[in-house]
């Protein structure tokens, strides 16, 4: 469990340490959370905030490592 400003702003690396953006927002229409990532180049993508999706979330190191799912990126 984490605070969603203690998300926010923290950047999103893939497993392989490549740049995916960093946190814009955490959102829940009901089904579950799904952080929304500003990626670098413009654009967002929504990754649901599940530990098949989001492996890491390491605050002390100030880091998300993502694997998103298929098709998402």
């Known amino acids: 469990e984490f605070y969603h ?3 926010i ?5 893939d497993a392989g340490g490549a ?5 814009r927002a955490v959102l829940n ?4 959370d799904i952080l929304e990532v500003a990626r670098p180049g ?7 905030f599940t530990r098949a999706a989001v492996p890491l979330v390491d ?4 880091l998300v ?6 098709g998402s990126l």
Do not use: N
Not at 9 to 13: C, E, S
Not at 59 to 62: C, K, N
Not at 65 to 70: F, L, R, S
């Open 5 to 7: 400003a203690d998300l």
């Open 65 to 70: 490592v993502a694997d998103p799912p298929e």
């Open 9 to 13: 702003g923290l950047p999103v690396r």
């Open 29 to 32: 229409h009901g089904a579950g």
């Open 42 to 48: 413009g654009g967002t993508i929504l990754l649901p």
């Open 59 to 62: 605050l002390s190191a100030r």
């Open 19 to 23: 740049a995916l953006g960093s946190v």
